[in-house]
């Protein structure tokens, strides 16, 4: 399984960007795909997750700074996941990375190393 993440770019502060990330194929029946940044200088964090079966039960789970901010969201059929950033600010600039964990079934995760498939990245730069 492929991931492809797009929808990067430059903005300035308080504007929005739309990253999407699209999978090859689907991982499992239960799947988990999300978001992770990287920003210079600092360690990769979790930013966001959502987990659906059989295309239902859709459940988003957020990183602290990304709540009220941040939406992801997921269209199964294409299994393809979208995060729509808003009110963006010079912190959030990272590269960041789509992922997913090929073999899921239940929970929420919010550790790399429990995602075994990412992205290449794409970079998010917010400056004036």
């Known amino acids: 399984v492929q991931l492809q993440a797009s929808g990067g770019g430059v903005v300035q502060p308080g504007e929005s960007l739309r990253l999407s990330c699209s999978a090859s194929?689907?991982?499992?029946?239960?799947?988990?795909m999300g978001w992770f940044r990287r920003a210079p200088g600092k360690e990769r964090e979790f930013v966001a997750g959502i987990t659906w079966t059989d295309g239902f039960q859709y459940y988003a789970y957020y990183q602290e700074s990304a709540k009220g901010r941040f939406t992801i969201s997921a269209d199964s059929a294409k299994n393809t996941v979208h995060l729509q950033m808003n009110s963006l600010k010079p912190e959030d600039t990272a590269v960041y990375y789509c992922?997913?964990?090929?073999?899921?079934?239940?929970?929420?995760?919010?550790?790399?190393?429990?995602?075994?498939?990412w992205g290449q990245g794409t970079q998010v730069t917010v400056s004036s």
């Open positions: 194929e689907r991982t499992s029946r239960n799947v988990l």
């Open positions: 992922v997913a964990k090929s073999t899921y079934y239940r929970g929420t995760y919010y550790e790399a190393f429990h995602f075994d498939l």
